[in-house]
């Protein structure tokens, strides 16, 4: 099994649309989330992190965590052209000496 | 502030000759990451260092070592190069072991 698991991609949403990820992760102990977004040839650019069960937003991004289900999402509403990336999912776990396990990425293309 | 630099951004480097990468965190952060991309695929954990010490290696080969120097910048040596070393090398930093991570813009290491 995966430490962690993104839905497979790609995902192609319309502009101004709701584009959902979804992301699973197999440690239990895992205590904190990350968002990465990953433009074509770019490094990594962190977005969002999420500690605590629930929602935490910033601007149009949001992050839900459900730690009962060892579930992470980011939800981009109004979608813009812009946000066409790939967005990586991290976690750390103290089993893992805090190391980043990433997915697999899922690529969002947003339709003008 | 100045971001996380590497250097180089790009090497073409033969079969069987030796690389090392150079990493300088952002102000302040004592924790430096290394991690390999390779297309496709999520970064994947090499090595972490903390105030000078390996906290943490990944499943990596004993041809990749690095250290962290007094002044928090860091060095990842591949010996003996594959091509299947071929990849982009990421190093991020955090204020500590187990915080938000940054990355800087990458080395894109060619094999050939």
């Known amino acids: 099994q995966k430490e962690v698991e993104q839905n497979s991609g790609p995902l192609s949403v319309p502009e101004g649309a709701i584009a959902s990820l979804n992301c699973t992760y197999s440690?239990?102990?895992?205590?904190?989330f990350f968002w990465y977004r990953q433009y074509s040839g770019k490094s990594p650019e962190l977005i969002m992190s999420i500690y605590s069960n629930g929602d935490k937003e910033d601007g149009r991004f949001t992050a839900q965590l459900n730690k009962a289900s060892q579930y992470v999402s980011l939800l981009i509403r109004d979608s813009q052209p812009s946000d066409s990336a790939t967005y990586l999912c991290?976690?750390?776990?103290?089993?893992?000496?805090?190391?980043?396990?990433f997915g697999a990425g899922t690529t969002v293309t947003v339709r003008a | 502030d100045a971001g996380v630099t590497q250097s180089p951004t790009h090497l073409i480097k033969t079969r069987g000759q030796h690389v090392t990468l150079r990493c300088s965190p952002i102000s302040g952060h004592k924790s430096v990451s290394w991690y390999q991309q390779v297309l496709g695929q999520g970064p994947q954990f090499i090595f972490q260092?903390?105030?000078?010490?390996?906290?943490g290696r990944g499943n990596f080969p004993d041809r990749f070592s690095a250290r962290q120097f007094p002044n928090y910048s860091s060095e990842l040596n591949v010996n003996a190069l594959l091509l299947g070393d071929s990849a982009l090398y990421l190093c991020?930093?955090?204020?500590?072991?187990?915080?938000?991570?940054?990355f800087g813009q990458g080395t894109r290491l060619t094999v050939v």
């Open positions: 991020a930093s955090s204020r500590q072991a187990n915080t938000e991570a940054f």
């Open positions: 260092y903390y105030e000078k010490e390996e906290r």
């Open positions: 991290a976690v750390t776990a103290p089993s893992n000496d805090y190391k980043l396990s």
């Open positions: 440690d239990r102990g895992s205590q904190s």
